[in-house]
């Protein structure tokens, strides 16, 4: 089992669930991305399953250890998956193309955009609203 420590709380949850909470976390957060999740958790003793809610993503820090435990690990199968989607779904939506597409007229749909801008006309910038 893991032992998640959260906004200065702790909550034990299976070792499934603390590995996929880790990566769904780095993953929104790679994209700058919160999202609000819940997760089953446990007590010591393996037995009381209940379920928290968390913030996960930028600006959220989540830390799964280890936890020693003679019980069995609860089997949070089906809350595991459903957290392995949202992380499936995360990771495809980064696949899309990096070309984008003028779609805000007729004339410029389908057109690629230069993002190549010319600095240039920036450096001989003296200030005013007229740059030379």
Known sequence: MKQITYAGESV?????IGTVLVELTAALAKKGLAEAVVIPICDASG???RTAEL??????????????SDVDEPDFA???EELRTQLRKLNTSNRTSATAY???????????FDY???????????GDADPK
């Not at 034990?12 to 499934?16: M, N, R, Y």
């Not at 003028?102 to 690629?112: F, M, N």
């Not at 190549?116 to 003296?126: H, S």
């Open 12 to 16: 034990i949850t299976s070792d499934e």
């Open 47 to 49: 037995l009381d399953h």
């Open 55 to 68: 913030v996960i993503g930028q600006g959220n820090d989540v830390l799964a250890v280890p936890v020693d």
């Open 78 to 80: 089906a809350e595991t």
């Open 102 to 112: 003028a779609t805000s007229s007729d004339e410029g749909a389908g057109a690629e």
């Open 116 to 126: 190549d801008l010319d600095l240039a006309v920036f450096d001989d910038f003296d």
